[in-house]
């Protein structure tokens, strides 16, 4: 921040130091009883001193203003360092070369000077087409235009420079969260592997122990619901430990409510809706009857399957979409006619990982006349079952 203040404040000084140099020029060349710079050469440099302070803003206007200003201040009788004012017009003219890249505004304000300085060269020298001549003529106006032309390269290299670091720092990021994201994956993976697949097999253990048992105890029968029960919550919170790490960014809302889920579920078809599709819905299943990776599940399911809809689908032909229940679950269709959709990417990928995570069922597919997706996920119940 102080760096940048500190910048900020030497522009504004360099921008005004024609104006705080100007005034001493003319002093200088003051001699009480000799010579004294007139009053409408002072008007005329301190006019073109102001311009330059709004140089950076206006830089096109501000040069040709200059170089105009130079010319009946080339043409009065100066003396002595006074006569290094009109000269501002060449600093006006390199500064707004280097602001613009419009062929056509850099030939206006090269031109202006140009004839600044030919007047002034034309009515300061008796034989004007001398040799010499044309070389001070060359010198003064390409001067400031090579000048221009090349801080106007070196601007641009910097900007390229600044450009291409930002792009390296977006590449890292992203390499970065691209590692991140592998080592969560792993780490859902191995947990799955490790501690899932027991706690699967001791619901399953507890199953086989209620029907082995003839006439058990109450007491046991009791024991038994609690520990299938305890076991089946342990499931399900290792389920939501599983989607926070396969993806961060649902961390904060993997645990979405049931009563949620039919906003989001409208919200989506709304949004389809108003990208101009037709969307026959019919959502008549209960979400409560998900757990809560269930729920969220569902709602990606239907989230993804209409936002390729909007990417392939044809606008002019009706979308299906059915969330209904069925075999103690809950099964989802999205159908879209007219041309079928690309080839499968990340989004169906994605949706296969998830519903496999919960234990559903998932086709994704191409039909005669379109594009289907069928997901089946299943109930608390037939869960806890497993």
């Known amino acids: 921040m102080t760096e940048t203040v500190l910048r900020r404040d030497l522009r504004l000084l360099l921008r005004c130091a024609p104006l705080a140099l100007v005034p001493p020029l003319l002093l200088a060349s003051t001699f009480p009883g000799e010579y004294r710079v007139p009053l409408g ?21 501000v040069s040709v203003a200059v170089s105009a200003l130079a010319i009946p201040l080339f ?42 300085v030919l007047i002034d060269l034309w009515f300061g020298y008796s034989d004007f087409w001398r040799p010499a001549t044309a070389l001070e003529s060359i010198a003064y106006i390409g001067l400031p235009l090579l000048l221009g032309l090349y801080l106007r390269a070196q601007s641009d290299l910097a900007e390229k420079f600044r450009l291409e670091a930002v792009a390296a720092e977006s590449r890292r990021a992203a390499a970065e969260l691209h590692t991140r994201t592998a080592e969560r994956s792993a780490m859902a993976r191995e947990l799955h592997d490790l ?18 048992l003839a006439d058990p105890d109450p007491r046991v029968v009791a024991v038994l ?35 949620a889920v039919p906003l989001e579920l409208a919200a989506a078809v709304d949004r389809a809706r ?27 399911v239907v989230q993804e399957s209409l936002t390729n809809v909007m990417k392939h689908a044809d606008r002019t032909a009706p979308v299906e979409l059915a969330v209904t229940h069925r075999d103690g679950g809950i099964a989802v269709r999205v159908r879209s006619a007219g041309r079928a959709a690309a080839a499968p990417g990340h989004g169906i990928v994605g949706m296969r990982e998830r519903v496999d995570l919960v234990g559903g069922v998932l ?8 594009w289907t997706v069928e997901a089946w996920l299943p109930g608390i119940r037939v869960e806890v079952s497993r």
Do not use: K
């Not at 089946?232 to 939501?240: G, K, N, P, T, W």
């Not at 086709?363 to 006349?369: I, L, Q, S």
């Open 41 to 61: 050469y002072w008007s005329l440099s301190l006019a073109a001193a102001l311009l330059m302070v709004v140089g950076a803003r206006w830089p096109v206007p």
């Open 363 to 370: 086709n994704v597919g191409p039909t005669e006349d379109g």
């Open 274 to 300: 108003a990208a101009g599709f037709d969307i026959d819905a019919d959502i008549s299943a209960d979400p409560g009857d998900l757990d809560a990776i269930g729920r969220l599940t569902l709602l990606r």
């Open 225 to 259: 619901d609690d520990v299938h029960d305890t076991a089946a919550d342990a499931l399900a919170d290792i389920r939501r430990l599983l989607v926070a790490l396969r993806d961060p960014t649902l961390g904060g809302v993997a645990l979405v409510e049931s009563d």
């Open 75 to 116: 043409t009065a009788d100066a003396w002595g360092v006074a006569g290094l004012v009109p000269y501002l017009g060449a600093v006006a003219c390199a500064e707004a070369v280097m602001r613009t890249h419009s062929r056509w505004q850099v030939a206006l304000v090269t031109g202006c000077w140009a004839a600044a």
């Open 195 to 212: 501690v899932a697949h027991h706690i699967a097999s001791i619901l399953l253990r507890i199953e086989v122990a209620r029907h082995v």
